[in-house]
């Protein structure tokens, strides 16, 4: 038994091994599915989730190493779904197509105005994420509108 | 309330009225409008069968006089259901706050989402149905109050006799108007008073994509459901030899997929790293050794020199005109294989019991789904029921089957639901590539610089005959798309196809055909205006004399992208224009720090005429999104093969444009009534010509094969 702290409630998990990674057991154990897959190779960045305030790919992020840590998923940024400044920029300026990797992307921007209130452009080119769509002009604006919020 | 489904045909593609039959209401305990939108079918088109003639849209009006509007296609992304409810909510007289949308209920038959035709094509079929269901409600109304229909109005849910002021909700009228027949001629809108067309109206899905509630297939969750990762043959044509035995670690069955394996287990951590120490045989033919690029290349130079080719367009004789020109320029351009790199990999959920199979996926094609599963399983069509997901990105890959086959051969080998998924470095290694191509161009101009002959040479796979709709060797319009009926003035014209038949799987990939002759024609066209001696802007608008909605596009763009402006030192700009899926647009790139491993995208300007705009915000992220692929795709993309086994594997070889690449992207909607155009694709052709005659003005290297900077292409998590 692992108990993991997610969103801040804590889960007592049964898994295979330690080493399965936090992504399949946010997913598919606890059924906390805003977390995506995308590659499992750490480059994508669409299984970004906040561990202790840092944003990690947890594509590779053993659950054992998750344990006792302050985990916080897209689920967790806001009590109703809407309200993190982020997420009314987010509607606000129409972000998302698909919307796959704005889970990834939306943690990402979390962790970045955590640290850095009004981020420059050169700071939020730091978000190594993927998005195939190609919303990365409006996630720029959206980062900087939610900063005003 | 009861769905009452029809086997009835229904006339369609009428551009105006309507029949009855084109309506079915129901209204056991409220209101229903059935109706039938053709959206759009490469497939149905090639095989000459007829669209779809059942129906599989519907509104349905509720007692709080909200509406539902179920469609039968699906939302990739490109806002196509918000877009299509904001067409039905226009003529019904709602409030955008008063209607939802959802996919086709699960025992409909639905249409193929692709060719850029979520709204051009339906369009009008879903003002028509809303229009339908307006009057059906006004006329109930009338009725019940005994005055004259025209008397009475519509507007936000509620129907209002003018002279007496009455109101009753669309909710207490909806039993009484499901009584009425259809009207055979609604009364459409008219445009001086349409409230949502042509307005920026929030997308509908939206909300749940920033909270992590949206449902893409990967994420369906079914009761007792197992997981099943699979791995394929790493060489196409490869099968497997003997069914590996049960590792253990989880693993509750290994089911052999002919081609590939699939791992059960009950998390699918467990069945995919179940792969990761496993030994498995497989049958690789000579065959499958001997596909290799360079191979492919040799062919594909083959048949352009020696044929055979076939015609695409004949206009005069080009050839004499040639032997007549003052001078004669051409080049060769050749493009690589693609892979579509959807965010969300394939997968697909199957629960097959007693009362018969449900399937949960992320499809373009619902409909082929059904079959799909039919085939498999036995069972009648009517006892295949599909729900189509929400996509993370579709992109004409999820038009296929593959995927929804080998989930539907677990379930029954299994015998339980099982949700599958293809791990990432299946995603690319078993892509359907956008085809590689092999272009060979040649004009003729006069003593004036003008275009008297224009020679296209075009050898490529064709994915339609590689799945049988059009014979071997035939012409193949999906490939010549983009170089056939240019707007230029050209005297003669001779395009040809060579169809070179290639043991690699290829597929729709946005734009397909445009994707690759867009970038022939208007790189080509710039180097005619080098000759000429001409900008070539200026050179354009020369060949398009007389071609106004072409000129008001290149000129828009031009203004946007401040072409005529002085560029300032060590930038450059290109331009470029085409037309794809009935949609002009026309690109500006602004470059700068041009090496020859790298190059700065500044901006982009677009300039689009795409007929009426229903959402200018939903086609501007078209467009935005467009532009990012085709750039993704110049900079990066290419897949070749080796021993028949794919070069790339994951996102760390397939590089994608990311935040710092990012150009600043403006986009200009022409104001049209027309009827809409596509929206989902004709972003993506211009790009790269524009780019590249950018880079040609600031290197003077003319880049004539894609991608740019094949060396870079791999990607880091930094």
Same mark, same amino acid.
């Given at each position: 038994?692992?108990?993991?702290?997610?969103?801040?409630?804590?889960?007592?998990?049964?898994?295979?091994?330690?080493? /399965?990674?936090?992504?399949?057991? $946010?997913?598919?154990? $606890?059924?906390?599915?805003?977390?995506?897959?995308?590659?499992?190779?750490?480059?994508?960045?669409?299984?970004?989730?906040?561990?202790?305030?840092?944003?990690?790919?947890?594509?590779?992020?053993?659950?054992?190493?998750?344990?006792?840590?302050?985990? /916080? /998923?897209?689920?967790?940024?806001?009590?109703?779904?809407?309200?993190?400044?982020?997420?009314?920029?987010?509607?606000?300026?129409?972000?998302?197509?698909?919307?796959?990797?704005?889970?990834?992307?939306?943690?990402?921007?979390?962790?970045?105005?955590?640290?850095?209130?009004?981020?420059?452009?050169?700071?939020?080119?730091?978000?190594?994420?993927?998005?195939?769509?190609?919303?990365?002009?409006?996630?720029?604006?959206?980062?900087?509108?939610?900063?005003? $919020? | 309330?009861?769905?009452?489904?029809?086997?009835?045909?229904?006339?369609?593609g009428?551009p105006?009225?309507?029949?009855?039959?084109?309506?079915?209401?129901?209204?056991?305990?409220?209101?229903?409008?059935?109706?039938?939108?053709p959206?759009v079918s490469r497939a149905a088109a090639a095989?000459g069968?007829?669209?779809?003639?059942?129906?599989?849209?519907?509104?349905?009006?509720?007692?709080?006089?909200?509406?539902?509007?179920?469609?039968?296609?699906?939302?990739?992304?490109?806002?196509?259901?918000?877009?299509?409810?904001?067409?039905?909510?226009?003529?019904?007289?709602?409030?955008?706050?008063?209607?939802?949308?959802?996919?086709?209920?699960?025992?409909?038959?639905?249409?193929?989402?692709g060719g850029s035709s979520?709204i051009r094509t339906?369009?009008?079929?879903?003002?028509?149905?809303?229009?339908?269901?307006?009057?059906?409600?006004?006329?109930?109304?009338?009725?019940?109050?005994?005055?004259?229909?025209?008397?009475?109005?519509?507007?936000?849910?509620?129907?209002?006799?003018?002279?007496?002021?009455?109101?009753?909700?669309?909710?207490?009228?909806?039993?009484?108007?499901?009584?009425?027949?259809?009207?055979?001629?609604?009364?459409?809108?008219?445009?001086?008073?349409?409230?949502?067309?042509?307005?920026?109206?929030?997308?509908?899905?939206?909300?749940?994509?920033?909270?992590?509630?949206?449902?893409?297939?990967?994420?369906?969750?079914?009761?007792?459901?197992?997981?099943?990762?699979?791995?394929?043959?790493?060489?196409?044509?490869?099968?497997?030899?003997?069914?590996?035995?049960?590792?253990?670690?989880?693993?509750?069955?290994?089911?052999?997929?002919?081609?590939?394996?699939?791992?059960?287990?009950?998390?699918?951590?467990?069945?995919?790293?179940?792969?990761?120490?496993?030994?498995?045989?497989?049958?690789?033919?000579?065959?499958?050794?001997?596909?290799?690029?360079?191979?492919?290349?040799?062919?594909?130079?083959?048949?352009m020199?020696?044929?055979?080719v076939v015609p695409a367009e004949v206009i005069g004789n080009a050839a004499s005109a040639m032997?007549?020109a003052?001078?004669?320029h051409d080049a060769t351009y050749?493009f690589?294989?693609?892979?579509?790199?959807?965010?969300?990999?394939?997968?697909?959920?199957?629960?097959?019991?007693?009362?018969?199979?449900?399937?949960?996926?992320?499809?373009?094609?619902?409909?082929?789904?059904?079959?799909?599963?039919?085939?498999?399983?036995?069972?009648?069509?009517?006892?295949?029921?599909?729900?189509?997901?929400?996509?993370?990105?579709?992109?004409g890959?999820?038009?296929?089957?593959?995927?929804?086959?080998?989930?539907?051969?677990?379930?029954?080998?299994?015998?339980?639901?099982?949700?599958?998924?293809?791990?990432?470095?299946? &995603?690319?290694?078993?892509?359907?590539?956008r085809p590689?191509v092999l272009s060979h161009v040649k004009a003729g101009l006069d003593?004036?610089h003008r275009v008297v002959a224009w020679e296209n040479r075009i050898v490529s796979p064709s994915i339609q005959a590689?799945?049988?709709w059009i014979?071997?060797g035939s012409e193949d319009g999906q490939s010549t798309e983009g170089a056939t009926s240019l707007p230029y003035a050209m005297a003669t014209r001779l395009v040809q196809y060579g169809a070179h038949?290639?043991?690699?799987?290829?597929?729709f990939w946005r734009s397909v055909g445009h994707s690759y002759n867009a970038f022939v024609v208007e790189t080509f066209i710039d180097e005619l205006a080098?000759?000429?001696?001409? &900008?070539p802007y200026?050179y354009r608008r020369g060949l398009l004399i007389n071609n106004e909605r072409y000129l008001a596009v290149l000129d828009a763009a031009?203004?946007?992208?401040?072409?005529?402006?002085?560029?300032?030192?060590?930038?450059?700009?290109?331009i470029a224009i085409a037309e794809a899926f009935g949609t002009v647009v026309a690109e500006?790139?602004?470059?700068?720090?041009?090496?020859?491993?790298?190059?700065?995208?500044?901006?982009?300007?677009c300039a689009v005429d795409c007929g009426r705009?229903?959402?200018?915000?939903?086609?501007?992220?078209?467009m935005?999104?467009g532009?990012?692929?085709g750039?993704?795709?110049?900079?990066?993309?290419?897949?070749?093969?080796?021993?028949?086994?794919?070069?790339?594997?994951?996102? &760390?070889?397939?590089?994608?444009?990311?935040?710092?690449?990012?150009?600043?992207?403006?986009?200009?909607?022409l104001?049209s009534?027309n009827p809409p155009t596509g929206a989902g694709e004709p972003g993506v052709p211009p790009l790269a010509p524009a780019?590249a005659n950018?880079?040609?003005?600031?290197?003077?290297?003319?880049?004539?094969?894609?991608?740019?900077?094949?060396?870079?292409?791999?990607?880091?998590?930094?």
């Amino acid at each position: 038994m692992i108990a993991l702290n997610v969103n801040g409630v804590v889960h007592e998990v049964n898994v295979s091994s330690n080493d /399965t990674p936090l992504l399949w057991v $946010l997913r598919d154990i $606890l059924g906390m599915t805003g977390t995506k897959y995308g590659c499992g190779i750490e480059v994508c960045g669409a299984c970004t989730v906040l561990i202790d305030g840092e944003p990690e790919r947890c594509c590779q992020v053993g659950v054992g190493e998750a344990q006792g840590r302050m985990i /916080t /998923t897209v689920e967790g940024l806001s009590a109703d779904g809407k309200s993190h400044p982020l997420q009314q920029a987010w509607i606000q300026l129409q972000v998302p197509q698909c919307g796959y990797c704005q889970s990834g992307m939306l943690m990402c921007a979390a962790a970045l105005l955590q640290n850095n209130p009004q981020p420059a452009d050169s700071d939020i080119d730091e978000i190594s994420n993927v998005c195939v769509c190609g919303t990365y002009q409006r996630i720029r604006a959206a980062i900087k509108l939610a900063a005003t $919020l | 309330m009861s769905i009452e489904m029809t086997e009835e045909a229904v006339p369609v593609g009428q551009p105006t009225g309507v029949t009855r039959r084109q309506f079915i209401v129901t209204g056991t305990s409220g209101f229903m409008l059935q109706f039938c939108l053709p959206g759009v079918s490469r497939a149905a088109a090639a095989l000459g069968a007829p669209a779809p003639v059942k129906m599989n849209s519907y509104i349905v009006i509720h007692a709080n006089s909200t509406a539902t509007i179920y469609f039968g296609g699906c939302e990739l992304g490109q806002g196509a259901m918000s877009g299509l409810a904001q067409l039905a909510a226009e003529e019904l007289m709602l409030d955008w706050s008063q209607v939802v949308t959802q996919t086709v209920l699960p025992d409909s038959i639905s249409y193929i989402t692709g060719g850029s035709s979520a709204i051009r094509t339906n369009y009008l079929p879903v003002r028509q149905a809303g229009a339908a269901v307006r009057t059906m409600l006004i006329e109930a109304a009338a009725a019940r109050w005994k005055v004259p229909v025209a008397q009475c109005t519509a507007s936000n849910g509620e129907v209002t006799d003018t002279v007496s002021k009455r109101i009753l909700s669309y909710g207490n009228l909806a039993a009484a108007a499901a009584k009425l027949s259809p009207p055979s001629k609604p009364f459409l809108v008219a445009d001086a008073k349409l409230r949502l067309i042509g307005k920026s109206m929030p997308r509908l899905d939206l909300p749940d994509k920033v909270n992590g509630r949206a449902i893409y297939g990967i994420d369906v969750r079914v009761p007792n459901m197992l997981y099943a990762a699979v791995k394929h043959c790493p060489s196409l044509g490869g099968t497997l030899a003997s069914t590996p035995g049960n590792p253990g670690g989880g693993v509750v069955a290994v089911v052999p997929l002919g081609n590939a394996v699939a791992m059960v287990a009950g998390t699918t951590w467990d069945a995919m790293s179940a792969f990761d120490e496993m030994e498995i045989s497989w049958n690789i033919p000579a065959s499958s050794k001997a596909i290799d690029s360079t191979v492919f290349s040799t062919e594909a130079t083959t048949i352009m020199a020696q044929g055979p080719v076939v015609p695409a367009e004949v206009i005069g004789n080009a050839a004499s005109a040639m032997a007549g020109a003052a001078k004669v320029h051409d080049a060769t351009y050749s493009f690589p294989y693609l892979a579509h790199a959807c965010m969300e990999v394939l997968n697909c959920t199957v629960s097959i019991t007693a009362a018969g199979c449900e399937i949960w996926a992320p499809t373009q094609a619902a409909a082929w789904v059904q079959g799909t599963a039919a085939a498999l399983t036995g069972l009648p069509l009517s006892k295949i029921t599909v729900h189509t997901t929400l996509m993370g990105g579709g992109l004409g890959r999820k038009i296929e089957q593959d995927y929804i086959a080998q989930a539907v051969k677990v379930a029954m080998a299994v015998k339980a639901p099982v949700k599958l998924m293809w791990p990432r470095e299946e &995603d690319f290694g078993k892509d359907m590539y956008r085809p590689m191509v092999l272009s060979h161009v040649k004009a003729g101009l006069d003593a004036y610089h003008r275009v008297v002959a224009w020679e296209n040479r075009i050898v490529s796979p064709s994915i339609q005959a590689q799945r049988g709709w059009i014979s071997a060797g035939s012409e193949d319009g999906q490939s010549t798309e983009g170089a056939t009926s240019l707007p230029y003035a050209m005297a003669t014209r001779l395009v040809q196809y060579g169809a070179h038949p290639s043991p690699v799987p290829i597929g729709f990939w946005r734009s397909v055909g445009h994707s690759y002759n867009a970038f022939v024609v208007e790189t080509f066209i710039d180097e005619l205006a080098m000759i000429a001696g001409v &900008d070539p802007y200026t050179y354009r608008r020369g060949l398009l004399i007389n071609n106004e909605r072409y000129l008001a596009v290149l000129d828009a763009a031009a203004t946007l992208g401040d072409y005529t402006s002085p560029v300032p030192s060590g930038h450059a700009r290109g331009i470029a224009i085409a037309e794809a899926f009935g949609t002009v647009v026309a690109e500006v790139v602004e470059i700068a720090n041009a090496t020859s491993t790298s190059v700065d995208v500044l901006t982009v300007a677009c300039a689009v005429d795409c007929g009426r705009v229903i959402n200018p915000d939903s086609v501007t992220a078209q467009m935005q999104g467009g532009i990012v692929h085709g750039l993704s795709a110049a900079l990066w993309g290419h897949i070749t093969f080796a021993n028949g086994v794919a070069s790339v594997s994951n996102f &760390d070889n397939y590089r994608l444009v990311r935040m710092p690449e990012m150009p600043a992207v403006s986009v200009h909607l022409l104001p049209s009534t027309n009827p809409p155009t596509g929206a989902g694709e004709p972003g993506v052709p211009p790009l790269a010509p524009a780019l590249a005659n950018a880079y040609f003005k600031l290197t003077g290297q003319r880049v004539r094969s894609l991608p740019f900077f094949p060396t870079q292409s791999t990607m880091g998590d930094d």
